[in-house]
């Protein structure tokens, strides 16, 4: 199948994760080499994650073949994988304030894509580096922060 290769094409379809408690990062019971917990990753996908991946594979899928694709392989994969640290109005419902501000522990500030609710349907690049700046901006004034 290789000597096809040229005549391959991939195509990424992108679908925003909705926001699960279940879906979250803590720490173990299991120690590292430092006597630190390590990180526990817990991710699943909800019915209608799967839905929509279902979809949207079916569509792109269709396309491919309207187009006179032969073979369609689907291979399910994530990428920008965010959140962890949401950002909300409470501590009942959030890790950071507006300002990405910790209610858990003062002074301390996030900075990345982990003060997103979802994962979003697309590269979260230029949101995390808006949310950034937007930090840096009111740390630099110390407005509102």
């Known amino acids: 199948y290789m000597r096809d290769y040229n005549h391959w094409t991939t195509v990424g379809v992108l679908n925003e994760l909705l926001a699960q408690p279940e879906n979250r990062v803590t720490l173990a019971e299991e ?12 991710f699943s996908l909800c019915d209608n994650d799967k839905a929509n991946i279902a979809w949207s594979t079916n569509v792109i899928t269709d ?9 369609v392989l689907t291979i ?22 507006a300002n990405q501000r910790t209610w858990a522990v003062p002074n301390l500030y996030l900075a990345d894509g982990s003060v997103c609710p979802t994962q979003g349907s697309a590269n979260p690049a230029l949101t995390i580096m808006a949310l950034a700046s937007r930090l840096a901006t009111k740390m630099g004034s110390r407005s509102a922060v």
């Open 76 to 97: 399910h994969r994530y990428a920008h994988l965010i959140g962890g640290a949401r950002m909300g109005t409470s501590p009942d419902n959030s890790v950071v304030d």
């Open 31 to 42: 120690k590292d080499q430092y006597g630190l917990p390590v990180a526990r990753f817990d």
């Open 63 to 71: 396309i491919l073949h309207a187009g006179g694709a032969q073979d």
